[in-house]
């Protein structure tokens, strides 16, 4: 059950993390670069990586210094990639304001996100346990970041990816990195491989169960899709959960209802789209996976001590459970 | 002197380099960001960053496999920062191939670029000698790179430009990245810091001689500009050594020149600046610069034992009278 006393606890910690992003020690020339740099470390965002990184690294006792530049480190990581995502998907808006990209232009949006990148590289040499493994692991992640988001858009617009390649994208473009952040913690607590290997795959299976949320609710949820433009995954013919079931489920059926969408207006479409998924069980099936994902997830956490894994079966249910 | 035994020595290395480039291994898949990868990798290249680590290494005993590993990832480092600048700033030819962004698109080269970045972190974290110190570094002057990039964006077209402010720029753009490949040879030798910066100067004044000697063959020299698009630094409105010394030394007189030069076919443009330049002592000045940074970096290889420096006094000739 996700308490008030955890919910406060990771809003704390949230806070503590945009005061540090905030306040980032960052020189003030060249503004090309540095402006939109400063722009994308006073942006809102979940904060879930360093959440993971620092309720992860706490049950092992690791040092605060050490989780606050680890949790920077992936934060910046996890940043430097939707800044370049967001060109290549051709996005303008993030969490409510104008990606880096619309607000500047591409040039610009490029360096701040290889300059804040480089800035997460230099805060992660900085952790004083197990600092070449951490390192190691840190640049292990964005390669397979690179490649899950190189197969999301070589997927686009192919309308024969089956639901094992899609696993296969967010497997890589969002599991990994949030493996890796669960892995640091470990890596940081002065774990044993067995250990940040199982705590690995505690944060791969619920990052695929956080895709899994994501691609539903931003069909479902309306205060999801306003951050965002609305459904643009869908328009940019992006594979997601509900279009790949879909299209499993009834090839034909789908299609008829996939070009209907299209060719009306985007909020009638969204609506009609629901009511498909909805009534032909494909958002029961996908609510089914996340639910698999989350209860494998909460299996993982078995290797952490049981008086110490609260938090974290806590942020488990939380994740599968969010609205937004 | 530079003696054939070291422009073979030298030629040696490009070919070990390029070898090792070409047979990395790399996943097939996904293509889209694999295929781009490659054909990186199978560019051509003066090779000039790994080929100063190796040589600064050797003259300390660093073991060969660390001198592979860190001089394939500055070349990757290097490689990425290309990759991403000819998107910023469009250009279509690199070493007579067409670059990645024209051959595919801006999202496949930026996706590239990141991934091959990715790949010289995992390779610089192998190093067995101070691979923390190194790594370190290695991000250092990435983010260097990158203000030095932001600057030469922001100098576009701004006619106010000083010597000082070009010279910032090229420091960072140029002359750091240079300057970590000494220091680095420097540390997998296990030298103390006292001598790594110190080799670090080396570089760095090797970089700026090598920036300002790039600027002049890419109007001088005909083999340089074939490479790239025809001085198409000039026409971006980009900072060079001459254009900037041109302004210091007659504003006036320069802007009319220029203007001329702009609106004329840009070959006859290239023959009126040359002229320019060589009759109002520019280029001239240009040299004279370039050889006063030569000769500082001479200067910085007196730290290395005499019997030992050889190799190094003819590399910094070598840079400085290259023709291409």
Redesign the interface.
């Known amino acids: 059950m996700v308490t008030d006393y955890f919910l406060d606890h990771i809003e704390q910690l949230r806070f503590e993390i945009n005061e540090k992003l905030q306040s980032f020690p960052l020189?003030s020339e060249?503004?090309?670069?540095?402006d939109p740099i400063r722009y994308i470390m006073e942006g809102k965002g979940k904060r879930l990586r360093p959440i993971i990184v620092n309720l992860v690294g706490s049950v092992y006792g690791a040092s605060k210094d050490d989780l606050l530049n680890a949790g920077l480190a992936v934060e910046l990581l996890h940043n430097?990639t939707l800044v370049?995502d967001d060109?290549?998907d051709n996005d303008h808006l993030r969490h409510g304001k104008a990606t880096v990209h619309t607000k500047w232009d591409?040039?610009?949006a490029?360096?701040a996100g290889?300059?804040i990148?480089?800035?997460g590289?230099?805060l992660i040499?900085k952790v004083k346990t197990n600092?070449?493994k951490a390192?190691?692991a840190f640049?292990?992640a964005?390669?397979y970041v690179?490649?899950g988001?190189?197969?999301d858009?070589?997927f686009e617009h192919n309308y024969g990816i089956k639901l094992d390649q899609y696993l296969t994208m967010i497997k890589k473009k969002t599991g990994w990195l949030i493996g890796f952040c669960a892995e640091l913690g470990g890596v940081l607590g002065n774990q044993p491989d067995s250990v940040t290997e199982e705590l690995r795959s505690y944060g791969l299976n619920l990052g695929i169960a956080f895709q899994i949320q994501d691609d539903i609710l931003e069909i479902f949820s309306d205060s999801k899709s306003m951050g965002k433009s609305l459904g643009s995954d869908l328009i940019a013919g992006k594979q997601t959960i509900l279009t790949v079931l879909a299209r499993e489920n009834n090839a034909k059926g789908w299609k008829q209802k996939w070009n209907e969408a299209i060719n009306s207006d985007i909020k009638i479409a969204l609506e009609n789209l629901r009511e498909y998924f909805v009534d032909n069980g494909i958002l029961e099936s996908a609510e089914n996976m996340a639910k698999k994902y989350t209860e494998s997830a909460q299996n993982n956490l078995l290797i952490i001590p049981k008086e110490k894994r609260g938090q974290l079966e806590q942020l488990t249910e939380f994740v599968w459970k969010r609205k937004k």
């Open positions: 020189d060249p503004k090309y670069i540095y430097f370049h060109i290549m591409d040039s610009t490029i360096l290889d300059g990148y480089a800035i590289q230099i040499t600092p070449l390192v190691h640049n292990k964005t390669l690179c490649e988001q190189a197969y858009k070589e």
